[in-house]
C-alpha cells in the first residue's frame, strides 16, 4: 500500500551546523503533514505541520518545505543542538473524508546525532 | 497541566495471552488514539476514540480492541498474544475529533515471549 518514507535513515551533523531530513510520500491525496521527534523513551513530540495550501512553513529554528509535484517533504533545523538528537518522523493525513480523519500515517524515522 | 500518561510502562506477556494498556488524555482533551510501533519502525494507527466510541481504525486485526470511559480515558486490549505483537503502545490525545495536533504520551512496551 502507500506509504510514507525517508531517505536517510541516520543523519550525522555537527554541532551549530544545519540539518536537512527528507521525506518521501506517495498518497497525492494527502493534504496534511506534520513532523514529529521522538526522544529515547519518550512519545512523539509535535514540532511543526504544514498543510498542502503551503509550501513552506517557519517555527523556531525549523523550516518545513513541502513540494506536491515530487511529493517531497523536508524539515530543516537551523543551527542544530546537541539537544536535536533524535529520532524524526513524518507523518501525513488526507482530511477530506470522515473515514480518513485522524489517520496518520507515520515514516519509518530518521535517526538524527549531532557530534560536538 | 498533566499530559498524556500511561500504564504500565513495560510489560511482559506469553504468547496467547491477554493483555489491556491504559491510557489518562492531557488534561482538556477528549480524543484518544492508539499507535503500535514496532522497533526501529515508525508509529502504525491502530484506532480512534472519541466519544466513548470507536471513530476510526487502522489495519489491525479484531484482536485488537479499545474502549474510551466517560472521562475520556481509554484502554487498548489485545487478545491472543503473538510474538510480532511485541512493540511500543502509543496512546495520544487531541482536542476534539476533527483536531490536527496531537499529544504522545511516553508508551507501554510490550514485550511477548
Known amino acids: 500500500g502507500e506509504s510514507v518514507g525517508l531517505h536517510l535513515p541516520t543523519l550525522s551533523v555537527q554541532e551549530g551546523d544545519n540539518s536537512i531530513i527528507n521525506c518521501a510520500y506517495s498518497?497525492?491525496?494527502?493534504?496534511?503533514f506534520i513532523w514529529y521527534k521522538q526522544e529515547s523513551g519518550k512519545g512523539p513530540q509535535f514540532i511543526i505541520d504544514?498543510?498542502?495550501?503551503?509550501d513552506k512553513r517557519q517555527g523556531q529554528r525549523v523550516t518545513v518545505l513541502l513540494n506536491k509535484t515530487v511529493k517531497h517533504l523536508s524539515l530543516q533545523i537551523a543551527a542544530t543542538q546537541p539537544g536535536d538528537s533524535a529520532v524524526y518522523f513524518c507523518?501525513?493525513?488526507?482530511?477530506?473524508?470522515?473515514?480518513?480523519?485522524?489517520?496518520?500515517?507515520f515514516g519509518a524515522g530518521t535517526q538524527v546525532v549531532v557530534t560536538p | 497541566d498533566a499530559g498524556v500518561t500511561q500504564s504500565p510502562t513495560h510489560l511482559i506477556k506469553t504468547r496467547g495471552q491477554q493483555v489491556t494498556l491504559r491510557c489518562s488524555p492531557k488534561?482538556?482533551?477528549?480524543?484518544v488514539s492508539w499507535y503500535q510501533q514496532a522497533l526501529g519502525q515508525g508509529p502504525q494507527f491502530i484506532f480512534q476514540?472519541?466519544?466513548?466510541?470507536?471513530?476510526q481504525r487502522g489495519n489491525f486485526p479484531d484482536r485488537f480492541s479499545g474502549h474510551q470511559f466517560p472521562n475520556y480515558s481509554s484502554e487498548l486490549n489485545v487478545n491472543a498474544l503473538l510474538l510480532g505483537d511485541s512493540a511500543l503502545y502509543l496512546c495520544?490525545?487531541?482536542?476534539?475529533?476533527?483536531?490536527?495536533?496531537?499529544?504522545f504520551g511516553p508508551g507501554t512496551r510490550l514485550t511477548v515471549t
Open positions: 495520544a490525545s487531541s482536542l476534539g475529533q476533527r483536531t490536527y495536533e496531537q499529544y
Open positions: 498518497n497525492s491525496a494527502s493534504d496534511y
Open positions: 504544514i498543510r498542502s495550501n503551503m
Open positions: 507523518a501525513e493525513m488526507f482530511t477530506g473524508t470522515t473515514d480518513s480523519w485522524g489517520k496518520f500515517q
Open positions: 488534561s482538556g482533551h477528549d480524543t
Open positions: 476514540y472519541y466519544e466513548e466510541e470507536e471513530r
